[in-house]
């Protein structure tokens, strides 16, 4: 399989007949790899917030000089911890304990601002916890994707195929390229390759080594703007199992996916998750420009009382 993979001629000839033993082994390593890597990451930017909560407990002497700043300290440490395990040792209960740790974290600054008052300094903090308790929900909802499906430790022979079909997506041959459909999933800046077989979605990333397996019913497409299909690039909703991402797509990648669907119009797979999805990101905008509008008067209000006193 290997010496098939690597011709991008037979490359779709190869992976069609893959068995369904062996799709679901290469699908679980894909998950294995992108949950090391997703977590990996997670660690990483935790550190900081960790880093953040445990030095704000350990300044009483600038903000809370009792038992509410060695609380904090002891959550921020935690969090500081449990970040460095998922870098050493990345598995999905990292994701549990990780959401776990932050969402008691982001309760108790919301908790000692409550019981301390109101005042300036006291706007961070809450920020923080919300902040905290934001990311506790997505460490969650990663838990439960990764949780979905066995990770074993993968054989040598096994990476060895993943590697090369890797290769020969991420890195297509001139005969392969017009095949492909590309895709820029969440915040991701380089674009995933797609390879859209019979009966399943293969989509390689350029920039790392990961590949996501997907059967046709478990990828699904749609529009974010059902009037902007027919702009050269615009933006859309991508279903990916149980994980559902905000992207952007080419036109003729779009009628790639259309033509593979079998169907004319993206609106008939419209579940009404993608509706909703529609309804909430306009609830947060405006929430977020409610939200700045109110930290504006604030800073006026605060500037006016120091403009008083001097």
Partial sequence: ???????????????????PSQFDALTNLGSYYRLRLSLRTSGWSNLFWGGLTLYIGLAPSLFYPNIYSNIQAILGALIVAQSLWGIIRPGS???????????????????IVLSSGFSGFELLIVLLGLFQIWWAFQSYKSYQLFSERPLPKPTADLVKQYDAIWQAIAHPSPI???DLMTLHLASNRHWWRTLLLPDHAILANKRQKALMFFSKPEFIIFAENPKAINREEFAIFALLNMASLRGKIYRSGFQQYLLWKGITDSETEDNGLFARKRLIRKIVRWLVVGAFGVFLVYCAFIMNVISRIR
Avoid: E, H, R, Y
């Fill in 93 to 111: 209960k990292g994701f549990l304990a990780l959401a776990v740790v932050l969402l008691l974290c982001g309760f108790w600054n919301m908790f």
């Fill in 176 to 178: 392969l390229s017009p």
């Fill in 1 to 19: 399989m290997i010496d098939a993979v690597s011709d991008g001629q037979s490359l779709k000839t190869t992976l069609a007949a893959l068995s």
